[in-house]
């Protein structure tokens, strides 16, 4: 069975994609749907990933052509951009920010520039800026 790594951002030691996440409030059942999203991205290639829509991108609104979005429909629209790697040769992605869509429209509409921002901090230090990935629901 296919197995990609994946990883979350973090700053000064606390995910920053599960703060994003608790910041937003997401519900049980969102965060389910999120979890059952991640889980198919975990199991299959990235290629594969891109082209059934699991993922969209590269985004045009990024400061790079490396930013994607994980997208979510649930009672809110979700949004996780994310890298693939980014570290040479790693079968992974890493979650870089969190953002909610609606009408076309991310908030905060500056997710990909801080995912751009933050996937060159883990390119640069990647032992600082990321952890193994948290899933969303508890338990």
Known sequence: ?????????????????????????????????????????????????????????????????????LRVNGSIMIRLMMCRGPLLGENACTFLAGATERDMKLTPVSAPSLASERRLQVCEDYRQYRRSHERFAPG
């Open 1 to 69: 069975m296919y197995k990609m790594s994946l990883w979350d951002y973090q700053v000064r030691g606390r995910n920053a994609i599960q703060e994003w996440a608790d910041r937003v409030r997401l519900s049980k059942r969102d965060r389910g749907l999120l979890d059952q999203k991640v889980d198919a991205l975990e199991a299959m290639a990235f290629e594969l990933a891109t082209h059934t829509h699991l993922v969209a991108g590269p985004l045009n609104n990024s400061r790079d052509k490396h930013i994607y979005k």
